[in-house]
């Protein structure tokens, strides 16, 4: 038995769960998501709690199990209080802005990256730390907006500079004079 899948989901109190079959829909005071799941996986609400049980034991369904119970909790985890994202941009020269909705990246290209949010992420700048939030429902689309503003500028291993995770380290290198030390 997965160690995950078995371990119940808690339903807040302004969350609404709707199983239809294998389709599960979330409803929350952050909005809205709706599902389709493995019909191998049954999922089930009792006492405000959401139960996911596997109805075989062959090795892809076993594998859904976690997986399915992890999706289910991120659902109702986001519709309730949401997920944040956050990101630092580092680089002499480089600044964020928003124009209306827009995130807009200065980078060190000729041109900036204009990044229009995907329906229920919105953005919020620092622009003195030159820190990136960004906020949703969606656990998914949100990593995933995340990684595609890494990649326009991704940090570098010689001076640190570009965009990444807050908090992430950066392993550095020594670059020609460190090499000639040694």
């Known amino acids: ?30 909005g809205e998501m709706k599902r389709q ?7 089930t609400q009792e006492d405000g709690m959401l139960l ?8 892809p369904v076993r594998a859904l199990h976690g997986t399915t119970r992890a999706l289910l ?3 109702v985890t986001g ?42 992420v919105h953005f919020e700048i620092d622009s003195k730390t030159h820190l990136v939030k960004i906020n949703g429902s969606d656990k998914e689309v949100i990593g995933q907006l995340a990684n595609d503003i890494i990649k326009i500028r991704p940090p570098e291993p010689y001076l640190g500079k570009g965009i990444r995770y807050k908090g992430q380290k950066i392993r550095r290198k020594a670059g020609k004079a460190g090499k ?3």
């Open 37 to 43: 799941f493995s019909p191998d996986i049954i999922i």
């Open 180 to 182: 000639a030390k040694a």
């Open 1 to 30: 038995m997965s160690r995950i899948g078995k371990l119940p989901i808690r339903i807040p109190d302004s969350v609404q769960v709707e199983i239809n079959g294998s389709e599960v829909t979330v409803k929350g005071p952050k």
């Open 79 to 120: 519709v309730s209080t949401g997920f944040t994202t956050e990101l630092e941009v580092d680089g002499v020269g480089y600044r964020v802005e928003m124009e209306g909705e827009k995130l807009v990246l200065f980078v060190g290209y000729s041109h900036p990256f204009k990044i229009d949010p995907p329906k229920g």
């Open 52 to 59: 996911v049980k596997r109805n075989s034991d062959l090795a």
């Open 73 to 75: 909790f991120n659902m």
